[in-house]
């Protein structure tokens, strides 16, 4: 397991807009954090990393940071880098004050490896030259000052290891979700103001037509139907793809309910406007975004905003990096635009993106159990996206390697239809509580799928 912390909590599956936030010094782009009920979109502070000085329990080993400062409102923290090929070996630690109370939290751990979610190699997303390392993004909740500590770790734990140097061009990614996903008094599923404006963003627009056909232009949500309205509308959604088995007996699980990128309130001018599609899906890789356990469901769509905006904003990516997301109380949410029901290209398993989904439970499930209303959640969701495709939450399948470490570019991989992200990637992701259910995961959604 690679970097100074991995074996602590585990390897991850897992711009800011011009306005002084310090003195000219500290170079800090930032955009200030608009109050809760301005339901406008968030901010992302950036702030360089400097030279702290060695760590004496690391005997040599460089340290950068930031010492306590007063900041923008923000709730979520990562730190990234310049070259997205380097990883951070070593240790990175935040504390965060808590807005209104002024109390100090502990040191906090933040998961160093990231690279192994994202685009494939060789691809336009990961070729784009905007993407960067990143360390996971973590959750401290609603936060006005932070610190933080980088130390550099030893490739190995033999003792005297020369520790190895920290990647270059290090910052401090402070990410303020945003409001609200409606501002007060709009009616559901109707026009989202913007600015104050009251007009819809045609890429709002085109990401609610992407679910025509499952849900109204504008909802907030794709209700969940029952086997017999789901069979019917496989019949209309594949209708020249399914085999004569399929049309006389669907194999398919009902749909669940899905939270739209509408409903979680995704700002959408910050992703690249194109959907993309792969052919199918053929596997699904089951994930946690290691931003930590210490989130309220209710707070669950303030989450996703933010690991939204680290990904495109901090990290370079074309929008949010799974397919679909999971919270503690078994609540589904559209990740990546293009369509839940469609085999829209994510950047979530480095090598295993084509012909796959990626769903991600919001957490970290190194030490903590996942809810059994995640699990239960994954069921749902893989059996019916899994059977819209003809594909067997039991069975296996093969996928071609895009390159990664565990499997050579174009090697054809036999993997179980649902796998971890560590099944396609030498990973600790999704962490080895959620790892070991997704036995019952496959199982269940086979038997929603009738099988």
């Known amino acids: 397991m690679r970097g100074f912390l991995a074996s602590s909590i585990g390897v991850t599956c897992a711009a800011a807009l011009a306005l002084p936030l310090t003195p000219p ?3 800090t782009v930032a955009r200030p954090a608009p109050s809760a009920e301005a339901a406008v979109p968030g901010s992302t502070q950036s702030l360089p990393l400097t030279p702290l000085g060695a760590d004496r329990s690391l005997g040599s080993a460089p340290v950068q940071g930031l010492p306590r400062r007063d900041v ?5 923290v ?5 070259d997205p090929d380097t990883a951070l070996h070593g240790r990175v630690q935040v504390r965060a004050r808590a807005l209104g109370s002024g109390t100090w939290s502990p040191w906090q751990d933040v998961e160093t490896h990231y690279g192994d979610d994202g685009a494939d190699p060789g691809t336009a997303e990961r070729s784009s030259g ?13 936060s006005d000052g932070v610190e933080v500590r980088v130390r550099a770790g030893a490739e190995t734990r033999e003792v005297g290891a020369t520790p190895t140097a920290l990647p270059s061009g290090l910052r401090l990614e402070l990410v303020d979700p945003g409001g609200a996903a409606l501002p007060q008094g709009s009616p559901a599923g109707g ?30 949500e794709i209700p969940a139907l029952d086997r017999t309205r789901t069979e019917r509308e496989l019949r209309t959604l594949r209708a020249g793809e399914l085999t004569e088995s399929q049309r006389v007996k669907p194999l398919i699980g009902p749909r669940p309910r899905i939270v739209t990128r509408r409903g979680w309130g995704a700002d959408e001018t910050l992703r690249e406007k194109k959907f993309v599609y792969t052919k199918k899906v053929k596997a699904a890789f089951v994930h946690h975004t290691a931003t930590g356990n210490g989130y309220r469901c209710s707070q669950a769509p303030s989450v996703i905003r933010g690991i939204y905006r680290y990904h495109v904003r901090s990290m370079g990516w074309r929008d949010i990096g799974y397919n679909f997301l999971v919270d503690k109380c078994g609540k589904i949410y559209e990740g990546r635009a293009g369509g839940v029901a469609k085999a829209v290209l994510g950047a979530h398993t480095l090598g ?3 012909n796959s989904m990626g769903v991600a439970v919001l957490g970290s499930f190194g030490s903590t159990r996942p809810s059994s209303a995640a699990v239960k959640a994954i069921a749902r969701l893989t059996a019916w996206k899994l059977g819209l495709y003809g594909a067997n939450p039991r069975g296996k399948t093969y996928l071609k390697s895009g390159g990664g470490n565990l499997y050579r570019k174009g090697t054809k991989a036999r993997l179980n239809v649902i796998s971890g992200h560590r099944d396609g990637f030498s990973t600790a992701c999704p962490g ?13 959604a086979a038997r929603y799928q009738g099988r």
């Not at 990562?78 to 310049?82: A, I, L, Q, S």
């Not at 026009?191 to 109204?216: F, I, K, Q, T, Y």
């Open 78 to 82: 990562g730190v990234v880098w310049d």
């Open 432 to 444: 080895w509580e959620l790892y070991r259910k997704l036995g019952t995961a496959r199982s269940t």
């Open 72 to 76: 923008h409102r923000f709730s979520m």
């Open 130 to 142: 905007r993407v960067r390392g990143a360390t996971a993004p973590l959750w401290v909740g609603d």
């Open 352 to 354: 295993f993106n084509t």
């Open 25 to 27: 010094a500290a170079a």
């Open 191 to 220: 026009p989202r103001a913007r600015g104050g404006l009251g007009v819809e963003a045609p890429e709002a627009l085109a990401a609610s037509a992407a679910n025509a056909g499952l849900a109204p232009l504008g909802a907030l």
